[in-house]
């Protein structure tokens, strides 16, 4: 019987067609790592199934998992490390790309740390291949070498949301007993819970992945109610840090209340966009429908004052500016000053140079 393949990489695949064949180019070409590619067709209606099971009668490293019903990314990540054998599990999109020779740079990684997390960095692809490097690329370059936990390190919680942006333990993610759970923002929960249950967590400062920004029909360039689903997913993270509170666990740190907390009220804000200036931005109206914009700031509020750990303590700056208005309830002064905060962000960013 064969050795288990050093990595499965998991790829939920969803009205992809136009990207698919890039995308599994970018993996099966690369050499340096033993892997194995689970694709799940998410019942995908564009003929994702037909150049899966094509590409899949190629490379016998590549398995398709049909689907018979659309369940979502969540659910198609769930089936796919169902099916995984590898010691760690690189969860990927189907419209996505792996970088050259990232697979040889996490196996490396992965055989001298044996971490349970290893967070990878990436940087953003727009329409016509600019790319820019990821907001978190400071935070990996300060990260200590070798691994570290959460509460040693609560800062690596402001990295990206996403499973993409992690390679997996399979034994430690199938211990975790988190599934994905429906609809979007289903990265938050695992990610979170990843990152506090991991005793080790290792930081690969490469460009591994990058990113389709502004793809037509993704759900980070649609204006949606949907978005609201922020709520319930961190909602679910502070439940998560509730139970092992509970169960006394050490790693809980106030620290790591604190930095959890601040990581879910700044992710909230960002998703409520107002003014749509900005590289990476989806236009003046934002995600977030305007006539539901009040509505949403009610629910940061809500949740500012219900889950504001007791020795948490506002940040410096022009975030805890921006907090101290979600505390009071200032929706007026926030959506007037907003606006301009980000046109002095796009500003600077615009005379450093622009996206590359």
């Known amino acids: 019987m064969p050795a288990p393949p050093l ?13 698919l064949a890039e995308c599994l180019d970018s993996v099966l070409a690369q050499t ?38 659309t369940g979502g990314p969540g659910n198609a990540r769930n089936r796919g490390l169902g099916l995984a054998a590898g010691d760690y599990v690189w969860f990927i999109d189907g419209d996505d790309v792996v970088a050259d020779g990232a697979l040889a740079a996490i196996a490396r990684r992965l055989g001298a740390d044996l971490p349970d ?4 960095d990436y940087e953003n692809l ?3 291949g600019a790319a820019e490097p990821s907001s978190g690329r400071p935070l990996l370059r300060a990260a200590p070498p070798g691994s570290c936990t959460l509460a040693e390190q609560p800062q690596l919680i402001n990295l990206t949301m996403t499973s ?3 390679v997996f333990s399979r034994v430690f993610l199938q211990r975790l007993a988190v599934p994905f759970p429906p609809g979007i923002h289903e990265d938050v929960l695992v990610t979170c ?7 080790r967590i290792s930081a690969l ?9 502004r793809r037509p029909g993704s759900f980070m360039v649609t204006t949606s109610h949907d978005h609201f689903a922020i709520f319930t997913a961190y909602h679910k993270v502070f439940d998560f840090l509730a139970q092992r509170l509970a169960a006394a666990d050490a790693a809980v740190t106030q620290t790591v209340q604190a930095a959890v907390f601040e990581r879910a009220i700044w992710h909230y804000t960002t998703i409520l966009e107002t003014t749509g200036i900005g590289i990476g931005s989806v236009g003046r109206s934002g995600l977030i429908p305007r006539r539901e914009r009040r509505a949403y700031f009610a629910r940061m509020h809500d949740d500012f004052i219900r889950y504001r750990p007791s020795a948490y303590r506002q940040p410096p700056g022009a975030r ?8 009071r309830g200032a929706y007026r002064t926030y959506s007037v000053l907003e606006p301009l905060n980000q046109a002095r962000v796009a500003l600077r960013r615009l005379a450093g140079g622009g996206p590359r």
């Open 7 to 19: 990595i499965s990489v998991v790829l939920p695949v969803y009205r992809v067609a136009q990207y």
């Open 32 to 69: 340096g790592a033993d892997i194995e590619v689970i694709a799940v067709d998410d019942a995908s209606p564009d003929g994702c199934g037909k150049i899966l099971a094509a590409r899949a009668g190629l490379d016998p490293r590549l398995r398709v998992l049909h689907l018979d019903a």
């Open 117 to 120: 997390v290893l967070l990878i």
């Open 126 to 128: 727009y329409p016509g």
């Open 164 to 166: 993409w942006s992690k």
């Open 193 to 199: 819970a990843a990152l506090l249950e991991a005793g």
């Open 205 to 213: 400062d490469r460009v591994c992945y990058k990113y389709r920004r």
């Open 320 to 327: 805890g500016a921006k907090f101290r208005l979600v505390e």
